[in-house]
């Protein structure tokens, strides 16, 4: 009995989700169960209270004044663009006093980054990023207080390139481009893990070499079929 397209294609399914999901594995989506940012519950997370003030001309800024407590303290902001530069500034009150910060992205049981003020009492970190982060403060003991300032900028807007130039602008029998293409803006705010580009075009790579074999199969197999 020569099945149709439609039942080649639920018979096989079950194998066509197992791969989609070994792909969702390999792009770093959260765990079940792993809090993100913005829904941590234990301990809670709260949202940075970015506002813009007075003098402040580019962005806007979150001031948390505190003490480390027994458990981590989580703060976290999203709506980001990856053209916005973040920088965050963590200083202990008390120089002696050691406060930890780790930045995360996707879970807050895995760090981005790692610092802490050490000996000069003092850490500041830079980075830009897709959509939402968060830190985590701690210390070695309770009751040690400190001050984060979490500065989020403007979006970092770039000018296109001229699509039309003329043709004086272009070498001698040139057919790849102008004579003097225009130099790469680039900015000191490192990206998180997990929006650099290396590791999507990894698995943009991956995902479409396992389509086409995808593919290719299925029609190997309704074509032996109808045979």
């Known amino acids: 009995m020569q099945m149709t397209f439609e039942q080649s294609m ?9 791969v989609c999901g070994v792909l969702l594995a390999m792009h770093g989506a959260p765990a079940a169960g792993q809090a993100t940012p913005a829904t941590s519950k234990s301990p809670p997370a709260r949202a940075l209270a970015l506002k813009k003030l007075d003098g402040l001309t580019n962005g806007k800024l979150a001031y948390v004044v505190t003490r480390t407590t027994r458990d981590e303290q989580r703060f976290y902001s999203s709506n980001l663009l990856v053209t916005q530069p973040v920088i965050v500034t963590l200083k202990a009150d008390d120089p ?30 830079k980075f830009r990023t897709q959509g939402e982060f ?64 290396t590791g999507g075009s990894l698995v943009i790579w991956l995902v479409a070499g396992l389509l086409v074999v995808i593919v290719g199969l299925l029609v190997a197999l309704l074509r032996k079929k109808r045979e």
Do not use: C, H, N
């Open 10 to 18: 639920m018979t096989r399914a079950p194998a066509i989700a197992l």
């Open 96 to 125: 002696a006093d050691d406060i930890r910060l780790r930045v995360t992205k996707t879970q807050w049981s895995k760090a981005e980054r790692e610092v802490s003020t050490g000996s000069a009492g003092r850490v500041q970190v």
């Open 134 to 197: 968060g830190l985590a403060v701690s210390g070695d003991g309770t009751g040690k207080p400190y001050r984060m300032t979490v500065w989020v900028g403007d979006e970092v807007k770039r000018p296109l390139s001229a699509v039309v130039v003329p043709r004086s602008t272009w070498k001698s029998g040139a057919t790849s481009g102008p004579a003097s293409a225009p130099a790469s803006q680039s900015t000191d705010q490192p990206t998180l893990a997990a929006t650099t580009s």
